[in-house]
């Protein structure tokens, strides 16, 4: 037996995978001398190796073929889950915790003065001078609920809900600036490159729906992020696991639908071709982009029918359009809450979507109506959706913005500058104690007096409601191990129930 033959009756029968009958490994063996694992896999074009390793698979022997070419295929975590899905609502631009959450008499008090000089040590502001006078909430609040969580007038149907929310009033960060702290909440770092939120989750969990995408966003409000793509990018992961940002018009998705002369049988024959080749391609490189491309020209083409379906709001019963206060055919925030119960619903496992109107540094009273009346009425319908339809106690809702707004004014009587040091986030559903209302800031509104909670502890905390130790998620890049919290983060177990 030759050399080559020899290490080819060698070949460790769990990595046996089918490959091209022409492949230039095998070109010189000598027909005569050859093992019977090269007969097994050659002949037939590999019949023999894809009978084999589907044998090898099913006994736990090696990976199935379809998780092989499908990166998306469900993945089981660290342990068992509290949620399988999430539905992240981002208020980018960041929203008043001082209008909305966190009552201040203190600062109503002290309105129009300037702040003590100890407060402001150290303290550097985005375009304020920090000793500019401080500014009294502009809203009332009252409590709601059993649970008896103060919330602000601008929030009736969010005090519907107050029972099912767990408010954080202690949440911090390291950014002042829209873009790098809107990367940070949504990737665990300011530098741009890093994987998302979302894609870890799909990266971890895979995805349950085999016609819809791992990662949906949807934006709307003023523009879009001012972070951009980068919020739900898949940084060094594999792009398979970068979220898809569906449109509110038009096609669902840029390029979906297929150019004039195209019909589905012609279609259906160029994509089996092309895939073909990236098969016999894939086996040979092992690159995990080539498995990428394979499943984003597939997962285009079942798209074309369940995207517009999906889209379809009409389908919707009356009452619930109602509960969210959604239009079909409109493109509103309310449209895309209701879409992201439809794809949870689906199984999509990461929903995530971006309302950029908050950024109030004049305004603020006029601002902050009208971006209350576009939002609260679809967040708390989407709690209650799932709620009814028994979703939620596997779906975590996520809603807050990148950082708070400072208790100094800004823009003469009528504005708040950008302020990381104390904001407000909630959650619902997905393993969250409901009812509670954690943490506290001073009696300004300035800093975190209690349980602090920073973006890395809110990271760290999803993960593990997700079956994920966040110190484990790890992927390796550049020599090192990286993970969503690098080296920070601690779960915040008191928010779990």
Same mark, same amino acid.
């Given at each position: ?5 020899? #290490? ?11 490959? +091209? ?40 022997? @090696? @990976? ?19 949620? *399988? ?18 009552? *201040?008499?203190?600062?109503? /008090? ?22 500019? #006078? ?7 609040? &009252? ?11 601008? !929030? ?8 099912? =929310? ?70 060094? =992961? ?46 040979? @490189? ?8 394979? +499943? ?12 517009? /379906?999906?889209?379809? !709001? ?23 809450? =209701? ?33 209350? &009346? ?27 913005? /990148? ?54 502890? !809110? ?11 966040? /110190? ?17 983060? #601690? ?7």
């Amino acid at each position: 037996m030759s050399e080559y033959a020899r #290490r080819v009756d060698r070949i460790d029968p769990g990595r046996v995978a089918p490959v +091209n009958c022409q492949d230039h490994r095998f070109r010189h063996a000598d027909p005569s001398r050859v093992g019977r694992r090269w007969f097994l896999q050659e002949c037939g074009v590999g019949l023999g190796a894809v009978a084999l390793g589907q044998l090898l698979a099913e006994g736990g022997y @090696a @990976a199935s073929p379809s998780s092989q070419v499908d990166p998306l295929s469900a993945k089981t975590p660290h342990f068992a889950p509290k949620a *399988k899905n999430v539905i992240f609502l981002f208020m980018a631009g960041a929203p008043s915790h001082l209008e909305l959450f966190d009552r *201040k008499p203190k600062l109503a /008090e002290l309105d129009g003065t300037l702040p003590p000089p100890e407060l402001l040590d150290g303290y550097r502001a985005a375009f304020i001078n920090p000793n500019s #006078r401080l500014l009294g909430p502009k809203f009332n609040f &009252a409590r709601h609920g059993e649970s008896g969580a103060e919330l602000s007038e601008l !929030l009736p149907h969010t005090a519907g809900i107050a029972d099912d =929310l767990c408010i954080v009033k202690s949440m911090t960060t390291d950014a002042f600036n829209h873009a790098p702290a809107q990367i940070l909440m949504s990737t665990g770092s300011q530098q741009f490159g890093r994987p998302s939120l979302g894609a870890w989750t799909c990266y971890g969990l895979g995805n349950e729906s085999r016609d819809l995408p791992g990662y949906v966003v949807f934006s709307s409000g003023k523009k879009g992020p001012s972070g951009g793509n980068a919020n739900w990018g898949s940084g060094f =992961l594999p792009t398979v696991y970068s979220g898809v940002q569906f449109r509110t018009g038009g096609e669902p998705v840029l390029y979906l639908s297929n150019p004039e002369g195209v019909d589905d049988a012609l279609q259906r024959d160029s994509l089996d071709a092309i895939s073909a080749l990236n098969r016999m391609h894939l086996d040979e @490189a092992g690159d995990p982009e080539i498995a990428t491309r394979i +499943n984003s020209f597939e997962m285009a083409y079942r798209m074309q029918s369940s995207a517009p /379906e999906l889209m379809d !709001l009409s389908s919707e019963p009356g009452h619930i359009l109602d509960l969210y206060g959604a239009e079909p055919g409109k493109p509103s925030f309310a449209n895309n809450a =209701l879409l992201a119960r439809r794809l949870v619903e689906r199984g999509v496992r990461f929903v995530q979507l971006f309302h950029e109107a908050w950024d109030q540094h004049g305004n603020l009273v006029n601002d902050l109506k009208a971006n209350c &009346a576009d939002t609260d009425r679809a967040c708390a319908a989407l709690v209650t959706d799932l709620k009814q339809r028994g979703l939620l106690d596997e779906t975590l809702v996520i809603w807050g913005g /990148e950082f708070g707004r400072t208790p100094m004014v800004q823009g003469g009587d009528d504005g708040r500058d950008h302020h990381p040091n104390a904001f407000t986030m909630w959650l619902a559903g997905g393993g969250i104690r409901p009812g509670l209302t954690y943490g506290e800031s001073d009696e300004l509104g300035f800093g975190v007096a209690e349980n602090p909670v920073h973006v890395h502890d !809110l990271h760290a905390t999803i993960l593990h409601l997700l079956g994920f130790d966040h /110190e484990r998620l790890t992927y390796r890049f550049q020599g090192r191990d990286f993970r969503l919290t690098d080296v920070f983060g #601690r779960v915040v177990t008191d928010l779990i129930a």
